[in-house]
């Protein structure tokens, strides 16, 4: 992997902020380009950048980028992505009237790889491992003790077109992939647009996140795996429209397990005329799929758009999450809404689910997420929240 290059328009600004306009005083974005392994502290000013391949920040090194950036992936290169390994900070503070905002050339989903990020946070995978290695065709390790391990901070960022394929036919990237993040690290006001894989996937860990909108991504909205298990997550936001499998999909690796994520304020909207990613042979259209031990508390959730013949609010698809989950009280779902009539819940095929009192209520009050719009959650003048 060449060693990390930016282009001499960079170089005299990256410790002394941004150029101006002598005239007005207007700040002038700088141009360039990011490429490679950064293996010292840098901080990338304001400006507009291309991605040039897979850029790593390595162990030790801290990696800050100005509010308002943009940097732009091109398929045409290869595959581009930032990548944070294990020890490695990312600070991305936009702000809600200047988002740090991540893209690609084509507008094309799938073009890209998005931010994926690693810790040492603990895991529990199939038949118990606590270490993996990872599925973006990357192929690193993932897992660890650190519960409280610190990535950086992810704040008003938009990743679009990402989720993409690699060409051996199993591995994918998502606009935000998470290996084993811990609590330490904040993620606040994130979107992953138009991808081509899931929006959102947490692989175990602890980490929390807030202000997640997922919009217009062809697999899952958000998905998780591995035992993650963040307690601090709010206001999560989903859009499906034109492609999109399940809103959520939950599940725990096989491992029937005590521990859970806790989410509250969740809306999950599916437009019409929105087909699964595989086509109608694909019956991935739920709003919440629980499979493979997945379990978590969710409260105060809003559900629209879920009208596909067969498809039901929550379904559970596996009879030993049923067994050990559900009637186990693992799985709570309180102050559901559901606006279009769809069933509340169901078993795969001939599994008869029956929640325990208390474990899944509904209300006809709920508001689902609560989130603030702005320029952060506006692409080509359309409000996402809308």
């Not at 279009?340 to 997420?369: E, I, K």
Request: net charge negative.
């Amino acid at each position: 992997m060449k060693n990390l290059f930016l282009s001499l328009t960079i170089l005299g600004t990256l410790f002394t902020g941004c150029s101006t306009d002598d005239e007005d005083g207007v700040i002038a974005p700088v141009e360039g380009e990011l490429t490679g392994s950064i293996t010292t502290n840098r901080t990338i000013a304001y400006g507009n950048y291309t991605l040039n391949g897979i850029v790593t920040i390595e162990n030790g090194v801290t990696v800050i980028f100005d509010a308002g950036s943009t940097v732009t992936a091109n398929a045409t290169n290869g595959v581009d992505a930032i990548v944070v390994k294990n020890g490695g900070k990312l600070i991305m503070n936009g702000t809600a009237a200047q988002p740090i905002v991540l893209t690609e050339s084509s507008a094309v989903p799938g073009s890209w790889g998005g931010i994926i990020m690693y810790g040492d946070a603990p895991i529990n995978g199939s038949g118990g491992t606590t270490t993996r290695a990872s599925e973006d065709g990357l192929n690193l390790m993932y897992g660890g003790t650190n519960a409280s391990h610190n990535g950086g901070t992810l704040r008003y960022v938009r990743v679009e077109y990402a989720g993409k394929k690699i060409t051996d036919g199993t591995s994918e990237m998502n606009g935000f992939s998470f290996y084993s993040v811990g609590s330490g690290t904040i993620l606040e006001n994130l979107v992953s647009y138009k991808g081509a894989d899931d929006g959102f996937e947490f692989y175990g860990g602890t980490v929390s996140a807030s202000n997640l909108i997922s919009y217009g991504n062809f697999d899952d909205s958000f998905d998780w795996q591995d035992g993650w298990k963040g307690q601090n997550n709010s206001n999560w936001y989903a859009c499906q429209t034109g492609t999109g499998n399940f809103g959520m999909e939950i599940e725990a690796s096989n491992n029937n397990n005590s521990y859970f994520p806790v989410i509250s304020n969740i809306t999950l909207i599916r437009k019409p005329n929105t087909n699964t990613e595989g086509g109608s042979s694909a019956a991935e259209y739920d709003a919440i799929q629980f499979k493979k031990q997945g379990n978590g508390d969710f409260s105060n959730i809003l559900i629209s758009g879920y009208t596909t013949s067969g498809a039901t609010a929550v379904r559970i698809q596996d009879a030993g999450t049923n067994t050990d989950q559900v009637n186990g009280s693992k799985i709570k779902l309180t102050a559901v809404k559901i606006n279009d009539g769809t069933t509340q819940f169901a078993g795969a095929g001939a599994l008869s689910v029956a929640f325990p009192t208390g474990q899944y209520t509904t209300s006809t009050t709920a508001t689902g997420a609560n989130i603030t719009t702005g320029v952060w959650a506006t692409v080509g003048g359309v409000n996402l929240l809308q």
